[in-house]
């Protein structure tokens, strides 16, 4: 035996000969630890436990909308605008801030927007080119109708025309659920020009042509125009009439004034509104610049 040999007996640990080997944490040789696991296994008991029923839901009112719904709906601005006017106290139902996020009203509330009075519908702006024989107001007469009929079916809102026509009248009619704009284009001050093409029984004189451009007296009322004419390469008894007014009955006044008969008004243009690309008794809506148009004429 080799002193060498002695030597590794004398120490058993060292395991050159098959001695005592020591268990190794250098790396790969680290025992192995399992976590527990984080998903836990369920009880079978637990698996087959019928689940809680669920509350029912409170069934929503028809009735009554969210206000910031309410404000988006009536066209004044989106719902995260409408929360930050609610928040702001520019909004009043009934007379009374409110600043509750979530605040619901009824449909017969009174809903007040910046000071504006406001309704949920969402503001329509429809042009007719309006036919004979329909009228703006309930005729029962036989061979009439109603010009709402011709746009029933364009919109849910509650449409109103904006002035009124008789039932022999043709031309441009404006339809809107937008009171303001009613109010606007009614009222006896609005600035807005209208032209009409006026057909006579006669020729029109040019003297009574000059009588209409400087003003009539009727009824005790002074009247004015703001352009007449003849039209071009039409009889003397077609006139070109432009002026502000949405009364009809005012445009066939002056004509009957000085004796002629009216035999046919056709209100060509409204506000700058046009006919153009828009047949007789047919309707579209407005522009989104039409509409802006309109709130600034």
């Known amino acids: 035996m080799s002193r060498h040999q002695d030597s590794d007996k004398s120490r058993p640990g060292s395991g050159r000969q ?33 689940k809680a029923p669920k509350s029912p839901k409170k069934p929503s009112n ?17 719902r995260r605008d409408a929360d930050i006017y609610i928040q702001s106290g520019n909004v009043k139902v009934n007379g009374e801030v409110i600043t509750e996020m979530g605040y619901k009203v009824k449909l017969t509330d009174t809903v007040q927007f910046d000071g504006v009075n406001i309704t949920p519908e969402k503001k329509e702006y429809i042009l007719l080119n309006k036919p004979k024989n329909f009228s703006t107001a309930g005729d029962d007469s036989q061979g009439s109708t109603n010009v709402l009929d011709l746009v029933r079916n364009a919109t849910k809102a509650k449409l109103q025309p ?23 284009f009614t009222a006896p001050n609005q600035r807005s020009s209208k032209v009409y093409q006026v057909t006579l029984d006669k020729n029109l ?93």
């Open 205 to 297: 004189k040019f003297e009574d042509l000059e009588k209409i451009q400087k003003g009539l007296t009727i009824d005790d009322h002074r009247v004015y125009v703001e352009e007449i004419t003849y039209i071009e390469d039409q009889p003397k008894s077609e006139i070109g009439l432009k002026m502000k007014t949405s009364n009809v009955k005012i445009v066939r006044r002056i004509f009957e004034h000085l004796k002629y008969d009216v035999l046919k008004v056709d209100r060509v243009t409204f506000a700058g509104l046009t006919k153009k690309n828009l047949p007789r008794g047919d309707w579209r809506f407005l522009t989104e610049q039409e509409i802006i148009n309109l709130k600034n004429a």
């Open 162 to 184: 904006v002035g009124r026509m008789d039932k022999t009248t043709t031309g441009l009619l404006l339809f809107t659920n937008d009171t303001e704009i009613i109010q606007k």
């Open 18 to 50: 098959g001695g005592y080997k020591k268990d190794s944490n250098s790396r790969g040789n680290a025992p192995i630890r399992k976590a527990p696991s984080k998903f836990k296994t369920k009880p079978e008991a637990a698996k087959d436990a019928p």
């Open 62 to 78: 028809p009735d009554e909308i969210r206000l910031n719904r309410y404000i988006s709906n009536s066209g004044m601005c989106s």
